[in-house]
């Protein structure tokens, strides 16, 4: 059974930071792709990062512009754990906070559909505060 488990959430103010944590346990995800996505009440899911195991050793990274400079997205093969670094946080960053995972690569024209992703965790709240 797959699970992504997050943890990290919490109220913060305008300006700080939090990390967000994804563990994932079932299947290996160091291929996988995984992403963050988040939802404000009233609003539709959206795309929030993602990170794509390259051809190579590395990975690439996609983010979306409105967090593009602020957030960091990050992950430990090792752990199987995803990472969400959030600096300078402002309101309208405030939402419930999902990972997602993705077992084999569909390319990354598509890592920013919700209907990409086959597993979700359970979301973890991020408010923050003007």
């Known amino acids: 059974q797959v699970q992504l488990v997050e943890s990290g959430g919490g109220l913060v103010q305008a300006g700080g930071s939090l990390r967000l944590s994804c563990a994932a346990s079932?299947?290996?995800?160091?291929?996988?792709?995984m992403g963050w996505f988040r939802q404000a009440p009233g609003k539709e899911r959206e795309f929030v990062t993602a990170?794509?195991?390259?051809?190579?050793?590395?990975?690439?990274?996609y983010y979306a512009d409105s967090v593009k400079g602020r957030f960091t997205i990050s992950r430990d093969n090792a752990k199987n754990t995803l990472y969400l670094q959030m600096n300078s946080l402002k309101p309208e960053d405030t939402a419930v906070y999902y990972c997602?995972?993705?077992?084999?690569?569909?390319?990354?024209?598509?890592?920013?559909?919700?209907?990409?992703?086959?597993?979700w965790g359970q979301g973890t709240q991020v408010t923050v505060s003007s």
């Open positions: 079932g299947r290996t995800f160091s291929r996988a792709i």
């Open positions: 990170i794509r195991w390259s051809d190579g050793s590395a990975y690439y990274t």
């Open positions: 997602a995972a993705r077992l084999g690569d569909p390319g990354g024209a598509l890592v920013r559909l919700v209907r990409t992703y086959n597993y």
